[in-house]
């Protein structure tokens, strides 16, 4: 059969393919602040070190069966991956749990929203980039809007302290995947910091938890941790990085703004009620943010991009 001819794509197309994984995995990951609510009572480390043990053999599983390579880590690239464990997933956790016990989850919730100013200002310079200006601008936008979902709660000077430290870990979640990306990929990179802070949160437990710290959870907890291994993990840390690697973190970060949104939908659907006019106004914020940080430039979304359409077996 003779092959069609290459059909003009819009550049644009081909950005919003880029940014759907990322917004993918941002609503997935608010919208389970519902299900992580019913291990409030468990203990801290070792529920995490199972999620974390799983989702990294999910992701083994599923990069074999893709033919996926998955690079050894070599020279510092273990020090890169390492500290997205270390900060992204341990010490966020920690950060999280020990804030609220401080602080009202609006403070550490805030804190955590202000990620894509620190997103829009480091991760170009990590890509030995400038700044950009359009994303610079949207990220303050993207901010306020998710201030407004929030809303705002009382803290002491503890409170604060580790709401800075969560704002910290969850920007070197990003930050930290840059150096490392370009030779590892997004499935690299989610597989090598999954595994990596599976044994750091084993062996938190070991050292401060009861040796039957799992033996105490409930069956609706353990479902718990096999949505967040599944969904919040395994899914949503694939098509963050994926994002990241194709737009760059300072436009990857701007998504973060949808998290609170998508916390307060699963909220209002799980019975939380109707959102009140200050969560319908920062959603109108937010996305105001996001078109002004994500839309394309005029010029080369003007220009088509030849796109052989490929034949795909059934």
Request: net charge positive.
């Given at each position: 059969m003779k092959p069609s001819a290459p059909e003009p794509v819009p550049a644009r197309s081909s950005a919003f393919r880029d940014l759907l994984p990322g917004v993918v995995g941002m609503v997935l990951v608010g919208s389970s602040v519902t299900v992580s609510r019913s291990l409030a009572g468990?203990?801290?480390?070792?529920?995490?070190?199972?999620?974390?043990a799983a989702a990294?053999?999910?992701?083994?599983?599923?990069?074999?069966?893709?033919?996926?390579?998955?690079?050894?880590?070599?020279?510092?690239e273990w020090l890169w991956l390492a500290g997205i464990a270390a900060s992204g997933l341990v010490l966020f956790n920690v950060a999280v749990v020990r804030g609220v016990a401080h602080a009202e989850?609006?403070?550490?919730?805030?804190?955590?929203?202000?990620?894509?100013?620190?997103?829009?200002?480091?991760?170009?310079?990590?890509?030995?980039?400038?700044?950009?200006?359009?994303?610079?601008?949207?990220?303050?936008?993207?901010?306020a809007g998710a201030v407004l979902v929030e809303g705002a709660g009382r803290t002491d000077t503890a409170g604060v302290g580790w709401a800075a430290l969560a704002l910290g870990c969850e920007?070197?979640?990003?930050?930290?995947?840059?150096?490392?990306?370009?030779?590892?990929?997004?499935?690299?990179?989610?597989?090598?910091?999954?595994?990596?802070?599976?044994?750091?949160?084993?062996?938190?437990?070991?050292?401060?938890?009861?040796?039957?710290?799992l033996a105490v959870l409930e069956p609706?907890?353990?479902?718990?941790?096999?949505?967040?291994?599944?969904?919040?993990?395994?899914?949503?840390?694939l098509l963050w990085y994926r994002t990241v690697a194709a737009v760059g973190a300072g436009r990857a970060g701007l998504l973060a703004?949808?998290?609170p949104l998508a916390a307060a939908g699963a909220g209002a659907a799980s019975g939380g009620g109707v959102p009140g006019p200050a969560v319908w106004l920062g959603l109108a914020v937010v996305v105001a943010g996001l078109a002004l940080g994500l839309r394309p430039s005029g010029a080369p979304a003007a220009e088509p991009v030849a796109v052989e359409r490929v034949p795909v077996a059934p």
């Open positions: 468990a203990p801290l480390f070792a529920p995490q070190a199972v999620r974390y990294a053999l999910i992701l083994f599983v599923l990069a074999r069966a893709a033919r996926v390579p998955l690079p050894r880590p070599r020279g510092r989850p609006a403070v550490v919730a805030v804190a955590v929203a202000c990620v894509p100013v620190l997103l829009a200002l480091v991760g170009p310079l990590l890509e030995r980039q400038r700044p950009s200006r359009r994303v610079l601008l949207a990220a303050p936008v993207v901010v920007a070197g979640f990003t930050l930290l995947a840059v150096p490392v990306l370009g030779r590892h990929g997004a499935w690299g990179v989610s597989v090598h910091a999954v595994w990596m802070g599976a044994v750091m949160l084993a062996g938190l437990s070991v050292l401060v938890e009861r040796p039957d710290s609706r907890q353990w479902a718990a941790v096999g949505h967040l291994a599944v969904m919040v993990t395994a899914v949503a840390f703004g949808l998290a």
